[in-house]
């Protein structure tokens, strides 16, 4: 009774979805911590796309991967002369630069230039140690020169692959400067990592949360409104300059709607109150029973993504110790253990294929010929002894008195990764190794007091997923200097832990290899390490499932974009005149 009362109520009090007032509702699955970070101390999936409509770059790609110039005026190339190498006497290449031009036009929502200080201003940050960045390559090598007051130089030395596909951040120097420069007097001589963190949560939550919108944007969009736990609101920023001519026929308001359960949110796609789903949303099995009853109601699309679904083993800790977590053959033995296979047959039809690394497949980097770990209990049972863990007279592990107990989490009220978890936790219980579930809010997995902080033992196996770009592959997902740790302000991304002096020197390595064939040997050695130590079980790369309604126009992403938010200006309905420029492939 209770839960048919709370949904009838939740509908109720939704906002109307459709083009009859030139409006966007939205459904997701998750809630931002907060938004528009400039240095994405949150690099959650959510914030980056609700963080699109409100963003803006030097330059951006598009749905085929093509660069696009945005504030600047022209995407930067060997043959404008805007991109540049430098090579040795040997031929290598010892730095690379990008010279961008800002547009006349470029504004901040509250009408302030644009200028080069707001990208010093982001660049400064960026490489300060007391900003908790996840990581901060390859800004920590990056120099801006000036040329004049609208156009800058920034310099990689050593160089980076993908200066002339990407560009630095800005953040609005107008706004934040006065509040940095009393958070810089303040922890400049600062000894304990923890209060300095402490005092940066307070400077950026001033400028990022639901309680301190932010004051100034960008992007397409600026946010006007956002109810904690029920929605956030975007309206169209009239200074943005990239808005199409007659931009009044365009969506003019946006509305995320936060709706964690992924049923209830299935619900409310099937009652009309959404026009669209966040590519953070549905899950794989209910886009497949969507997309059996549309009957042109809605349309429901299974993109190809970068979005990689793998299972976090934590080597932090005495805990960790105690279990052999910390130990490679346990992990392996874990991963023989299940049948992946059959899993995303019996779960996905085989749409969504099952990975042995880190490694976007649509990737040159991708190493196809690693071991695939497919289903193998008498090598998981051998591995197991080998550690010293025997059965007990219950079928349960164990060693030294002690039971080989898990605890595992994922993000509740997503039903799919909860019946992954139910699948999972069988079949490692016919090996012996009792799993317990323990699953919480995104917003505190995700938080800064779970995943970063493994060696408080909160957590030993944790499910979740990283969405990448499979052209800016820098294999620093896993290097040593991506641990969270106090000193750092628990930012980075390797929450596992690992930390394997091999792989980190073929990742420096790489980073200045710009000769393809050579990289790719050097990924194939770091997929072989990876492969064998694997810090963290791999499971599947995903599907991206969303849903929109028909006549919504220019709402699409790929694997390139990541998130429909990457075209904000041109969303709009064909019944309003807008012109559908692309369609969702």
Do not use: C
């Amino acid at each position: 009774m209770k839960k048919t009362f709370a949904l009838t109520a939740f509908l109720l009090g939704a906002a109307l979805a459709g083009p009859a007032n030139n409006s966007l509702v939205v459904g997701t699955s998750q809630e931002p911590p907060n938004i528009y970070d400039p240095w994405n101390t949150n690099n959650l999936a959510i914030t980056s796309e609700v963080n699109g409509y409100m963003g803006a770059a030097l330059i951006g790609l598009d749905d085929d991967g093509e660069p696009y110039a945005d504030i600047a005026t022209r995407v930067p190339s060997i043959a404008n002369g805007d991109y540049k190498i430098v090579k040795d006497a040997k031929g290598d290449v010892i730095r690379n630069s990008v010279t961008y031009t800002i547009r006349k036009d470029a504004k901040w929502s509250d009408g302030t230039p644009i200028k080069i200080a707001d990208f010093q201003f982001w660049l400064k940050l960026i490489n300060d140690d007391r900003v908790p960045v996840p990581d901060r390559s390859p800004w920590n090598r990056a120099k801006i020169t000036t040329a004049d007051s609208d156009t800058f130089t920034i310099t990689y030395e050593p160089p980076y692959l993908f200066a002339d596909q990407t560009s630095p951040g800005l953040a609005p120097s107008h706004v934040m400067s006065a509040a940095w420069n009393a958070f810089d007097a303040k922890t400049k001589n600062e000894k304990d990592a923890k209060v300095t963190n402490e005092e940066w949560k307070k400077f950026i939550s001033a400028y990022t949360t639901a309680r301190n919108l932010p004051k100034v944007v960008a992007g397409p969009f600026k946010p006007t409104a956002w109810r904690s736990g029920n929605s956030l609101t975007m309206t169209r920023n009239p200074n943005y300059w990239g808005h199409p001519k007659d931009q009044d026929k365009y969506v003019q308001t946006i509305t995320y709607r936060f709706i964690p359960n992924t049923n209830t949110l299935k619900v409310n796609i099937l009652s009309g109150q959404l026009d669209a789903v966040s590519a953070v949303g549905l899950t794989f099995d209910q886009g497949v029973d969507l997309a059996k009853t549309e009957r042109g109601k809605y349309k429901t699309y299974f993109v190809p993504g970068a979005v990689w679904e793998h299972i976090d083993v934590n080597t932090r800790g005495q805990r960790s110790k105690d279990l052999d977590l910390d130990d490679p053959r346990m992990r392996q033995a874990l991963l023989y253990a299940i049948d992946r296979d059959a899993l995303t047959k019996a779960l996905f039809q085989g749409r969504q294929a099952v990975s042995n690394s880190w490694v976007n497949p649509i990737s040159k980097l991708y190493k196809k010929d690693v071991n695939d770990y497919n289903l193998n209990v008498a090598r998981s049972k051998q591995l197991f002894a080998a550690l010293g863990w025997t059965p007990g007279s219950d079928g349960i592990l164990q060693k030294g008195g002690k039971k080989l107990t898990l605890n595992f989490s994922t993000t509740a009220g997503n039903t799919i990764r909860e019946r992954v978890q139910q699948i999972l936790q069988a079949q490692w219980k016919a090996v012996g190794v009792q799993v317990n579930i323990q699953n919480y809010p995104a917003s505190v997995i995700f938080g800064p007091d779970f995943l970063s902080k493994g060696e408080s033992g909160k957590w030993d196996l944790a499910m979740y997923a990283w969405t990448g770009n499979p052209i800016f592959e820098e294999g620093n997902l896993f290097k040593g200097e991506s641990i969270p740790t106090a000193a750092n302000g628990y930012a980075g991304q390797n929450n596992p832990g690992w930390n394997n002096a091999e792989f980190n020197k073929l990742q420096k390595q790489a980073q200045v290899e710009f000769n393809l064939a050579d990289r790719i040997k050097l990924f194939d050695r770091m997929q072989g390490i990876w492969n064998s130590e694997l810090p963290a079980l791999p499971l599947y790369y995903r599907v991206n499932v969303y849903t929109k309604v028909p006549g919504l126009a220019n709402y699409t992403f790929s694997a390139y974009t990541l998130y429909p938010s990457w075209n904000a200006a041109k969303i709009g309905w064909t019944s309003k005149g807008v012109a559908e420029e692309y369609k969702q492939k």
